[in-house]
């Protein structure tokens, strides 16, 4: 594993600049923070180190060859799978027992069998950020995974996900230090 490095990388939209010059390290096996205002660049950023967009410059090195997994804002489920199957879907080599297993370890037991349309938000979240990583994955990004979770809830996931999550590595944009600190994070990148 080698760490990603970024080097003054240039994004503008419609002649907005949105990332001007932006250069760090994510490095490999530890979670790096990435906190900064709404509408800083933060999504731009994952998008481009993800390949769903294209940098106006700079470069970027490590990430030759790593399979990528991601919690995105939206939950983009398959509605009609439950929450075992959505889990499969991504990751076939994850048997049904195990699958159960994960979800039942962050509160979802008795929804197993329930297509995803009919989960509530805080059901669909835990499934979303499961299937990331449930993935076989060398690099993970969480863009505000636990948006939306009650604080209860959010503990116990913060929890199972630093646990799932030690020894890889991840990006992970959020607006609130505690959860940094839950993650285990071992740097905090800003934007400014
Ligand atoms: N495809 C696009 N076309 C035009 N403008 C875009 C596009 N993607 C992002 N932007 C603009 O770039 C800026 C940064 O957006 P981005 O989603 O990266 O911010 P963010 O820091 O992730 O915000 P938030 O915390 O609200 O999610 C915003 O002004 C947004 O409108």
Sequence with gaps: MQDIVIQGLC?????????????????????TGLMAPSGAGKTTLLRILM????PDRGTITGLEGLRLSAVFQEDRLCENLNPVSNLRLV??????TAAAEALAAVGLTDCQRQPARELSGGMRRRV?????????????????????????TKEIVMADTRRRCAGRTVLFVTHDPAELEALGAVQRLELS
């Design 11 to 31: 994004k503008a939209f419609d002649g907005k600049q949105v990332l001007r010059d932006f250069s760090a390290a994510l490095p490999a096996g530890q979670v």
């Design 128 to 152: 979303a950020i499961l299937r990331a990583l449930l993935a076989e994955y060398d690099l993970l990004f969480l863009d505000e995974p636990f948006k939306g979770l009650d604080q209860e």
């Design 91 to 96: 990751t076939p080599a994850l048997s049904r």
């Design 51 to 54: 390949g769903l967009e294209t």
